[in-house]
């Protein structure tokens, strides 16, 4: 069983930066590819980024390409969601999710895919 727990969300103005991480428990976090999503209420998941087990592969949803930037570390057991020139558009709580793979360059971007996630870390963009 991995646990994920999420922190660095917070109130930021439109333009400004946030950085969120995932500290992830259990020794097998690199077979983990570890995903970041967001919610607003009302409205359903939405995927934001990925990364795979290796580091070396991430894919983005089209509307933050660019702006935000996904990474991890292994040694660490921590996933991080740079995000910059934000928006008040970006404002949701923010999960984190990961899922075991042998694959280590895969990456998935479905949230069916994902077998864990996080409580959630609310963004908050003001205009």
């Known amino acids: 069983q991995v646990q994920l727990v999420e922190s660095g969300g917070g109130l930021v103005q439109a333009g400004g930066s946030l950085r969120l991480s995932c500290a992830a428990s259990?020794?097998?976090?690199?077979?983990?590819?570890m995903g970041w999503f967001r919610q607003v209420p009302g409205k359903e998941r939405e995927f934001v980024a990925a990364?795979?087990?290796?580091?070396?592969?991430?894919y983005y949803a089209v509307s933050v390409k660019g702006r935000f930037t996904i990474s991890r570390d292994n040694a660490k057991n921590t996933v991080y969601l740079q995000m910059n020139s934000l928006k008040p558009e970006d404002t949701a709580v923010y999960y984190c999710?990961?899922?075991?793979?042998?694959?280590?360059?895969?990456?998935?971007?479905?949230?069916?895919?994902?077998?864990?996630w996080g409580q959630g870390t609310q963004v908050t963009v003001s205009s």
């Open positions: 999710a990961g899922r075991y793979t042998t694959e280590s360059r895969n990456y998935y971007i479905s949230e069916s895919a994902y077998d864990y």
């Open positions: 259990g020794r097998t976090f690199s077979s983990h590819a």
């Open positions: 990364i795979s087990g290796s580091g070396g592969s991430t």
